[in-house]
């Protein structure tokens, strides 16, 4: 089963260590209900660095492209309960990208995930595209590996909301985004020297180096995982 969805939320930020145990308890206990509760959210799930650093990957698959500026989106986005006001100034060094799914690949959920940022060579568009999916396409079947996939952000024209004015202004966005999710991270750590190196991407048409780190999972949850209010 490829993402669930067409689009989906990316974000990466750090997280002080003196705030990540009260962080992790608002983020799977509050937040992500709030943010599944919400018409087209399919499904939440939250990464940490693998290397033990303050890193936290997130994402938010969506079911469509209008999700991500809904009326009942940007009415969560613009009334952040209290513990939401009180954590989101913590979170550091964010980027957040509200994307579209170009290609998924393969399925399930294993413990690692691989993120790479990057941006494509001037002209080079359509001919990295055809290659990272090329690529992503034939990942999945590999010992290690589940499923992999592809999101260029492209953000709808919305007015900054009061979460991104509570972190300080509008989150820098990445452009192109290439996920590749295992059950074992030593097969990510064979792509980072192979398929999906620095010099690789370059040949396919991508520009400077790409942004990568590799997380653990700490919670995935659907829709179906809530409990009912009591």
């Not at 997130?58 to 009415?75: Q, R």
């Not at 979170?91 to 799914?101: A, D, I, K």
């Not at 990057?118 to 690529?135: I, K, M, N, Y």
Request: with cysteine; hydrophobic share 45%.
């Amino acid at each position: 089963m490829p993402l669930l969805g067409q689009a989906a939320i990316a974000m990466w930020w750090d997280m002080a260590p003196a705030h990540r145990d009260e962080f992790e308890h608002w983020h799977s206990h509050e937040h992500f209900p709030e943010r599944l509760g919400i018409p087209g959210f399919r499904r939440g799930s939250r990464w940490a660095d693998a290397t033990g650093g303050p890193g936290f990957f997130v994402m938010y698959e969506l079911d469509d492209y209008a999700t991500l500026s809904s009326p009942h989106y940007l009415e969560r986005l613009n009334n952040p309960t209290p513990w939401s006001r009180k954590l989101m100034p913590h979170h550091s060094n964010m980027v957040r990208s509200l994307t579209r799914v170009l290609g998924s690949f393969g399925g399930g959920l294993g413990q690692s995930m691989l993120t790479l940022r990057l941006s494509p060579a001037a002209g080079q568009g359509e001919a990295l595209r055809a290659s990272l999916c090329a690529t992503l396409a034939a990942l999945p079947l590999r010992p290690g590996l589940a499923s992999a996939h592809l999101l260029q952000t492209q953000a709808p024209a919305i007015a900054p909301t009061q979460e991104q004015l509570i972190r300080g202004g509008v989150d820098p966005a990445a452009d192109w985004i290439v996920l590749v999710n295992a059950y074992d991270a030593a097969a990510i750590a064979l792509l980072l020297s192979g398929e999906l190196c620095a010099r690789a991407l370059a040949d396919a048409g991508a520009a400077g180096a790409p942004v990568s780190a590799i997380y653990d999972l700490r919670l995935a949850m659907t829709p179906s995982d809530l409990l009912p209010m009591p």
